[in-house]
């Protein structure tokens, strides 16, 4: 792959690309130049950072994560890409995780599966979460007296 050489400087709305390059020298030399300049101290001072980037390189697809939860008493499902507050607030704390696996008081089970659309997260989701149910043990009545 091709490196590519980027100057940049500032932080959050003040963040910009100062410059690309093709080799380190060149940057170097841009540096030199650039903060001897008094129009540009302000932009690049000592807070120039140097990025390398490859070039000609495919991103990788991004691949996003639903938050699935299963409401065994009506037998429904809710699939989004967004935690859900109501359900689990543990949840969204800590477990944004693809496979992670809970379940909430009042019997709503939830899952996090990453997974191209909405119905594939949802056969995953559904396939995990019954396994679970079939085998957990069944709740015992309290023996009588």
Not at 136 to 145: A, D, G, I, T
Request: negative net charge; aromatic residues 16%; proline residues 6%.
């Amino acid at each position: 792959m091709t490196k590519i050489y980027v100057v940049t400087s500032g932080k959050y709305s003040d963040y910009g690309i100062r410059g690309i390059f093709s080799t380190r020298r060149k940057v170097r030399g841009f540096i030199k130049r650039e903060t001897r300049n008094s129009r540009y101290e302000h932009y690049i001072g000592d807070d120039y950072r140097i990025e390398t980037w490859e070039v000609d390189k495919p991103l990788e697809p991004k691949i996003p994560i639903f938050f699935c939860y299963y409401f065994p008493d009506n037998d429904s499902w809710k699939v989004s890409e967004e935690d859900d507050k109501d359900y689990c607030h543990e949840f969204n704390k800590i477990h944004k995780e693809p496979d992670y696996f809970g379940e909430t008081e009042g019997d709503v089970y939830w899952v996090v599966k990453k997974a191209p659309d909405k119905d594939s997260a949802l056969k995953m989701a559904n396939e995990q979460i019954m396994q679970f149910i079939a085998e957990e043990p069944p709740e015992r009545e309290p023996e009588r007296k």
